[in-house]
């Protein structure tokens, strides 16, 4: 079973970058693929990015796409997602989220089996 510890969220002005990080322990991470998800109040928790198991593959919602990067880097066990040209509309907790295997293109958050603790992403305008 995979830990999650997600880290890099902050207050950020709008136009500004954040990178978010997210180390993985107790499993071996380069079998899992990973994933970043978002939750702003009051709404629910929506799919932002997803990295294949190499990092040949990803996958982005279209609001992010050209303004966010996710990698992952498996010799040291974690998967990173940088933002840049941030929005106020971004603001959210941002979540690591890591599975085994899972349906090609499937952005449903219960497609994924661990979950980290969520870090904040607060965009000002």
């Known amino acids: 079973q995979v830990q999650l510890v997600e880290s890099g969220g902050g207050l950020v002005q709008a136009g500004g970058s954040l990178r978010l990080s997210c180390a993985a322990s107790?499993?071996?991470?380069?079998?899992?693929?990973m994933a970043w998800f978002r939750q702003a109040p009051g709404k629910e928790r929506e799919f932002v990015a997803s990295i294949s198991r190499r990092g040949i593959i990803t996958d982005y919602t279209d609001t992010v796409k050209g303004r966010f990067t996710i990698s992952r880097d498996n010799a040291k066990n974690t998967v990173y997602l940088q933002m840049n040209s941030l929005k106020p509309e971004d603001t959210a907790v941002y979540y690591c989220a890591a599975v085994r295997a899972i349906v090609l293109g499937s952005r449903a958050e219960t497609s994924y089996d661990y979950w980290g603790q969520g870090t904040q992403v607060t965009v000002s305008s």
């Open positions: 107790g499993g071996t991470f380069s079998t899992y693929i």
